[in-house]
Each structure stands twice: as structure tokens, then as C-alpha cells.
């Protein structure tokens, strides 16, 4: 079998199984006691180790295998968990995240496990704790409490799973009763004689007791067993009660609803199983409080929903196809316009129709072409819980991290990017801005912080922001150091607005950590959190108030390959501007011209700002505004700076296709992109940060 | 009896210049260039190429012959070299044909007024004809771009 077809589906899988076992055990460390998570960890470690051992991974196997045997005590309350376990069980899934990643990159997926396998199995053992004597036999005494079976919770999961496809599939699957007549000698040798037969017409999926315990005939009279069979009901009745000195064989054909009624009795023992615990428990504590005591606990609660997120049916798309899908697109666009008009010109009705009904659905199409490159932005901050919690175990602190608008959708281009500025200005959080308990005690606010990580939509844009209610930024101590690092010099410091001060912690090699932590602070971070978000064609803000808390918002555009854009013209040239950037347009008389310093500016709202003109920025061939006694200007801005840009005539609002220039051109000025037209023609995009100063 | 090598064949003035078939990827008829600013001025602008933008390049101009206007044989022979996809105006595309790698000669220092590093080689083909061999990526060389707009200011 060629195993390479199915590894892109292993990597995805794999993916997909470790993200919701991290998600999974955050919730549960939150809520210990909530076994309806256990048993989802469980299925997706049980999935896990499948499929690795089906794909020959079998470190990953091995590894997942005995995380599976912790949890499955834990899944039947026989082990309690406690911060080691996590622990344990948070360093095995970064293990396991490696060797996936291993795999991603074309290795082997081999990686030394046995360390963490030892503990695994110690906790398994129950003899991880000092005092282990007593410990360990708090699982011993559960266990026969667990084993006694409470009505039919006889089936695990997979075994249910199994039944399930098989009855799916068509297969006849059964549960059946044996018993056996009183004076029988050789038990086992019937039941042998019962498991062969059964053998021969299909499978046994699990028998109660197990198959050792009959052998060994360590049974009463009666026997369990679920089986899949190719014989009618009557026929296997039959076949059983024919065997000699079987007394009675109750055949039940198993449907999907019986199923489901045996899978969810399987609590049951669960609750039996509680008190024995409860026995073991006082010294059980002792060890685990000392475990646990100076632990910092970082819970995390999505605001959205706690209730698993129900499934939608999705497939996998290559995003090399999404973008031919959007150039192919895009072309369909402009020769939708060339159409139109070439029907206004031929006047036929019913062409025209054709065309107008065209239209339509090319716009509906245009914007499902678009979602179909929208990601929510869960798919970035779904890791961000998990690094909190490692973050503040490893700091002492105590941060409760909320994520408000997981749901919110950018483009995959932007997605991907923005992961690592999101770390950064978290790990700042965390490490600069949220401070010690002590310090919060001190400063009279709980001692747990809050982290708040919120995304919506606002028009074009979508804003991420981080805010915590930490030490704020000290604005002093920032001058002091940009001042020292030569960011500023001390004249111009004096000039500074609160704003503009924090706005320096993004400037180039500046950090304010008194010590450099293995978290943040080695004076990189910010500077290249803000360039990568410029890049982005986003923007990057932090407002602070001493003692209360930071806030940083980073805005984005909703997607990097379609904007709205106003056209414009000079002379036969056509050009677009972002209207992200458009302030206004307006018409200005030449008299409204100011000179100041030779400079040309022009009042608006009460403020002068500068007026530049586009043709001569462009080299325009054959347009000057010098001629006009009016000139339409556009109004723009770049942060809280404005300018007027002259040009020559406005042809509208159009939602254009962005396009590179291509490796050949590079560093344009004042030109940040092409896009088509309608007829074809290329319109340069002009790039309005760069026209500020 | 060297290697068989496809090549195009492109006119430019006087003169008839080859280039690797796999190097080229279309040529097209022009059609109308956006002017790109504050850029060399053998750099005419950017065509829409099925939509794709393609920057185009006045190869008369890149070679200082002196650019003349376009007739009605001009065509845009569409380049790609590496990452770099280009289009090169040039008077005529003529052919396809088939040259002997043995035939091609290293350059004369200077060939109707271009200088030999741009220039693989000069192919015979037949008695009287000379097919002279581009060498792509130093026509493509940004380096010398930047160079010449040094030069400009």
C-alpha cells in the first residue's frame, strides 16, 4: 500500500486530534471532575494512536497508547487527576505535537519517548506519588467496584464503534446470553465450543467475562458475548443451543439505538466506582497538595460557547487552487465589464438580459469566491490558551486568559501571518504587563489577571485586540531608555504626547524588562511585531494607563487580495487609491491655496494640512492641476496625519483585484500594487502612506 | 555535433537575435501599457497578461539603440528567468528554428552596438546569416538597473 497517498490525510488528522486534545485538557483542568471530556480525550487519543500505528509511527503510537491507558483509568474514576497528571499529560502532547511536525517536514516521526513513557506508566501504576503504598491502592480498590458491570455498560468505545460500523455496513451484530447446564464438568470446553462456532460464522467484537477468565472457567453458569455474524438470528440460536449441554442461548439482534442505550449506561459503573475512591482519597490528598499548592493555575474560558462546537462538514482545499479559483475569477470580472458593454452598444434585449442575469450571478459567485478564502481566526487563537497557561506556570502568575470573536473571519493570507505578532504581544503580556501576586495583592486587584484577546469586524477591517489589566506602561521609564538607546533625543522628548511615548515601545531595539526573561524582552518583539503588521497592510496601536492596564489593537484588513478602491484619473492615466485611506474628496478653488514655506497647503476642518500633487509625485505626461482654476482633491490619511492629494477627475468606487508587480519591479514609489480594469488596462494602486511624510 | 537547441527568432533593428524556446513563455501582440513612474525609461510599463501583470521592457531601449514606434510586426515576447517573468518589445518575431550549440561563438567584444555580456553567443546559420543569443539573465540584471538610475540622478 502506498503509504505516502494518505500521509497529507495523517498530518491533517493528526493536527486536528492533538489541537482538540490540548483544547480538551485545558477544559477539563478547569473542570477535573467532568468526565464527559475525559471520554472525548479519550476518543481522540484512541483515534490518534490508530492511526499512527496503521501509519507505522510507532514511537507516536507507543506514546498516545500509554497516554490512553492514564486517561482510561481516569475515564472510569479509578485515578483522580491532579496538576502531575496534566503536567504529564501536557508534556506528552507536546511530544507527540513534535513528532508530528517531525513527520510534516519528511522525517521519520521517531523521537526518544521513553522517559515520558515511564512516567506515564508510574502514574498508570498509581506509584508516582512519595507516599505510594497507600496511593496505590486506591486504584486496586476501585477496581473490582468498576469492573462489576451496572446493567449492559459492557462496551468501550471502540468496541461500540465497531458494532456501529458493522451494523452501518449491513452486518448482522448480536448480543448473546449462554448459559450452561448446572451439572456441566468442563465449562471452558463448552464455551470453547460456543466461541468456535461463533468464530467460523463471523467475529467476536467482546465477551464478558474475557476470554482468559472462561478458559481459566472463572465463570458462573452465563456468559456474555457481542458478536458479528453472517447467520440469521433463529439460524444462530439454533447452531448455539444444538451444542451439548448448553442450556439456553438468547440471541438480541443489535440495532443502532441499543447501541447508543449500551454505550450511554456506561456511566453507570462510573458512579459505583465513586465511593470505593473516596476511601483512598484523604491520603491521596496529602501528596497531591503539596504537588499543587504553589502551582499558578491559568484557566481559560472561551466566552463563545463551552459546549463543543457542533460539526460542520467540510472538505480540504489545496490554497494554491483558491487563489487559481480567484485569478480565473478575476478574469471572468473584467470580461463581464467588457460584455456589458459591449450589449449597451448592440441594443438587443435579449442579450442585454443575458448579460444583466450574467452579472448577478458573477457577483453572488464573487462573493462566495471570497468566504471561501475566510478563515475564523479561532484556527490562529486556539493555541494561544495552552501557551498562556505554560506561560504563567513558569512565571508564577495567575492569568485567566478570554477570547471574545474566535469566530470572527479574515483571509487565509492574513491568518497566517498574524500568529507570530499575536504571540508576541501576548508573551509581552504576559510577561511585562500582568504582574506578580504579590504585586497584585499589593496594588489591592485580584490575584488573578485578566487577558482579554477580542477580534471583530469594523467596516474593511477587522481589529484584534489584546488588553490586560497589568501595570500599564511607564512613561517614564520609557523616555528614560529611548532616550539612553538613542530612539529620541532628549529636545524632542519634551515634545511628546502621552500616545506617541507608548508608541515608542514599538521603535527598534528598545525593551523595558529590567531582565531579560526567556519570554519576552530581548528588545526584538515589538519592533518586528509592528513592521510584520504593516506589511500586513495593518496597523498597530497600544493605549496605557499606569496601574490599570495596556491595550493593544492591531487593525487588519479583512482580506490582502480585494479591495475597495477609488478611481481616479490624470490626463489618460487611471490610477486607484485604497479607500481605507480616503478621508474625503472634495473640489478646492485655486485661491484656497496657502504657501507656507513654499509649501503648497490648504485649510480643511480647521487644521492646514499639505496638499500634494499627484501628477507631479507620478510624472504625469500630459495632465497638470496647474492649469485648472478647480482641482479635485482627495483627502488622506495615514495615522492621525492628513494630506490633499490633487488629481484630475474622479471616475468612481470599484472593488478591485489586488495584483503584485511582480520580482521585476520592485520598490515602486508611491505605488503599492496594479489591479485590471474592466477593459483589461492596468490601473497602479497608489499607496498612500507612502505620499505622507 | 553538439546539442540541437530551439530557439526563437526575434528582430531588432538590423539585426536578428535568438532565445531558448523553454525560456520563453508567449508572444503577444501589444496591446496598451500602463506607464509605471519613477522607473528607467526602457522600462515601459506593465501589460495585463491573461491576468496576470507583466512588467514589459523596451529591449531597443535596454540595448541604448534608440527606440522607434511600434509597427505593425512589434510583438511582446514574454520572458521568464527564474522568479523573474518579463516582456521584451521587440521589432518582429520572425521563427522557430533549430541551431547546432556547436555553431554558437563567443561573442565579439561589442555587436551592433550591445555590449557582450549581455550576449551568450553568436550562432552561424547558413553563410550570411547571424543569429545573436541573448543572455537572459544579464539583460534581467537589476543590479545594473540600479546602476543606470544612479546614473540618471
Not at chain 1, 538607546?485 to 515608542?504: R, Y
Not at chain 2, 540595448?63 to 518582429?92: H, Q, Y
Amino acid at each position: 500500500m502506498d503509504m505516502n497517498a494518505y500521509l497529507s490525510m495523517f498530518i491533517d488528522e493528526s493536527n486536528d486530534h492533538l489541537q482538540a486534545l490540548n483544547e480538551n485538557l485545558l477544559q477539563l483542568e478547569g473542570a477535573p471532575e467532568d468526565l464527559t471530556i475525559v471520554q472525548s480525550i479519550f476518543r481522540s487519543a484512541h483515534t490518534l494512536k490508530g492511526m499512527s500505528a496503521t501509519m507505522g509511527y510507532e514511537d507516536l503510537a507507543s506514546l498516545t497508547h500509554e497516554m490512553e491507558n492514564v486517561l482510561d483509568l481516569v475515564r472510569n474514576s479509578k485515578l483522580k487527576m491532579d496538576s502531575f497528571i496534566f503536567d504529564t499529560l501536557f508534556k506528552g502532547l507536546d511530544a507527540l505535537e513534535a513528532m508530528v511536525q517531525d513527520i510534516v517536514g519528511g522525517g521519520t516521526g521517531k523521537a526518544d519517548v521513553t522517559a515520558l513513557v515511564a512516567v506515564l506508566q508510574s502514574i498508570f501504576k498509581g506509584d508516582y506519588k512519595s507516599n505510594a503504598a497507600v496511593a496505590a491502592s486506591a486504584p486496586a480498590a476501585a477496581a473490582p467496584a468498576a469492573n462489576k458491570p451496572a446493567a449492559k455498560g459492557l462496551l468501550d468505545e471502540f468496541q461500540t464503534s465497531i458494532l456501529q460500523q458493522s451494523i452501518e455496513s449491513g452486518h448482522l451484530a448480536y448480543h448473546i446470553t449462554v448459559s450452561i447446564n448446572e451439572d456441566c464438568v468442563l465449562k471452558a470446553a463448552r464455551a470453547y465450543m460456543v466461541f468456535d462456532l461463533l468464530e467460523r460464522t463471523g467475529e467476536i467484537v467482546k465477551s464478558d467475562p474475557s476470554v482468559q477468565d472462561l478458559e481459566q472457567e472463572k465463570f458462573d453458569r452465563s456468559f456474555v458475548v457481542f458478536t458479528i455474524s453472517k447467520l440469521a438470528q433463529e439460524d444462530l440460536q439454533q447452531q448455539i443451543t444444538s451444542i451439548s449441554e448448553i442450556e439456553t442461548a438468547t440471541v438480541t439482534l443489535l440495532d443502532e439505538e441499543s447501541l447508543q442505550l449500551l454505550h450511554v449506561t456506561e456511566a453507570a459503573p462510573v458512579q459505583e466506582a465513586a465511593p470505593a475512591e473516596t476511601k483512598a482519597e484523604p491520603s491521596a490528598d496529602s501528596a497531591k497538595n503539596e504537588a499543587s499548592s504553589q502551582v499558578s493555575s491559568a484557566r481559560s474560558q472561551t466566552a463563545a460557547s463551552s459546549a463543543p462546537a457542533a460539526v460542520s462538514r467540510t472538505i480540504r482545499v489545496d490554497i494554491d487552487r483558491l487563489d487559481t479559483l480567484m485569478n480565473l475569477f478575476s478574469e471572468m470580472l473584467i470580461d463581464r465589464v467588457r460584455l456589458e458593454q459591449l450589449a449597451s452598444e448592440i441594443k438587443r434585449s435579449d442579450l442585454t438580459e443575458t448579460v444583466e442575469h450574467m452579472a448577478r450571478v458573477s457577483s453572488d459567485l464573487q462573493n462566495i469566491v471570497l468566504k471561501l478564502r475566510m478563515v475564523p481566526v479561532d484556527t490562529v487563537f486556539n493555541r494561544f490558551p495552552r501557551m498562556i497557561r505554560d506561560l504563567a506556570k513558569s512565571l508564577d502568575k495567575k492569568i485567566d486568559l478570554v477570547i471574545t470573536g474566535a469566530d470572527t473571519e479574515l483571509d487565509r493570507t492574513v491568518i497566517d501571518e498574524i500568529g507570530d505578532p499575536l504571540v508576541h504581544l501576548l508573551r509581552n503580556s504576559v510577561d511585562h504587563g500582568i504582574e506578580t501576586i504579590d504585586k497584585r495583592i499589593a496594588a489591592g486587584k485580584p490575584e488573578t489577571g485578566t487577558i482579554h484577546l477580542r477580534a471583530f469586524h469594523s467596516g474593511n477591517n477587522v481589529f484584534i485586540e489584546v488588553e490586560e489589566d497589568g501595570n500599564g506602561i511607564n512613561r517614564d521609564r520609557v523616555l528614560q531608555i529611548a532616550i539612553k538607546n538613542g530612539v529620541v533625543t532628549e529636545a524632542q522628548a519634551k515634545s511628546l504626547t502621552n500616545d506617541e511615548i507608548h508608541m515608542l515601545i514599538f521603535a527598534a531595539g528598545f525593551s523595558t524588562a529590567d531582565k531579560i526573561s526567556d519570554i519576552s524582552g530581548r528588545g526584538v518583539g515589538l519592533d518586528v511585531v509592528r513592521s510584520k503588521i504593516t506589511s500586513l497592510g495593518g496597523n498597530v496601536t497600544v493605549e496605557s494607563a499606569l496601574g490599570k492596564g495596556t491595550k493593544f489593537s492591531v487593525q487588519l484588513p479583512l482580506t490582502l487580495s480585494i479591495i475597495s478602491a477609488m478611481l481616479i484619473k490624470l490626463g489618460s492615466e487611471k490610477y486607484a487609491i485604497p479607500l481605507s485611506s480616503i478621508v474625503e474628496t472634495a473640489i478646492i478653488k485655486r485661491e484656497q491655496v496657502l504657501e507656507v514655506h513654499g509649501n503648497k497647503m490648504i485649510e480643511f476642518r480647521n487644521s492646514v494640512i499639505p496638499l500634494i500633487s499627484l501628477s507631479r509625485v507620478l510624472e504625469s505626461p500630459d495632465y497638470s492641476e496647474r492649469d485648472e482654476a478647480e482641482t479635485e482633491i482627495v483627502v488622506i490619511r495615514k495615522g492621525d496625519k492628513w494630506a490633499a492629494i490633487t488629481v484630475d477627475e474622479f471616475i468612481g468606487q470599484s472593488e478591485i483585484v489586488l495584483k503584485s508587480l511582480g520580482k521585476y519591479l520592485t520598490n515602486i514609489e508611491a505605488v503599492s500594487g496594479a489591479t485590471i480594469l474592466g477593459d483589461g488596462q492596468v490601473a497602479l494602486i497608489i499607496d498612500p502612506n507612502a505620499l505622507i511624510k | 555535433m553538439g546539442e540541437e537547441l530551439k530557439v526563437i527568432v526575434f528582430g531588432l533593428g538590423h539585426e536578428e537575435y535568438g532565445i531558448e524556446v523553454d525560456k520563453v513563455r508567449t508572444i503577444e501582440r501589444l496591446s496598451p501599457i500602463t506607464r509605471v513612474p519613477k522607473t528607467p525609461s526602457f522600462i515601459k510599463g506593465v501589460i495585463n497578461l491573461r491576468g496576470i501583470v507583466v512588467p514589459v521592457i523596451d529591449l531597443r531601449g535596454r540595448f541604448g539603440l534608440g527606440e522607434t514606434e511600434p509597427t505593425e510586426n512589434s510583438r511582446i515576447i514574454v520572458v521568464a528567468a527564474g522568479e523573474l517573468e518579463v516582456g521584451f518589445i521587440v521589432d518582429a518575431a520572425n521563427d522557430v528554428i533549430d541551431i547546432d550549440t556547436d555553431t554558437i561563438d563567443s561573442p565579439p567584444e561589442i555587436v551592433g552596438g550591445i555590449k557582450a555580456k549581455y550576449l551568450r553567443g553568436i550562432a552561424r546559420l547558413g553563410d550570411s546569416r547571424l543569429l545573436i543569443m541573448l543572455n537572459l539573465s544579464e539583460v534581467l540584471n537589476k543590479n545594473e538597473i540600479i546602476q543606470l538610475e544612479q546614473l540618471e540622478v
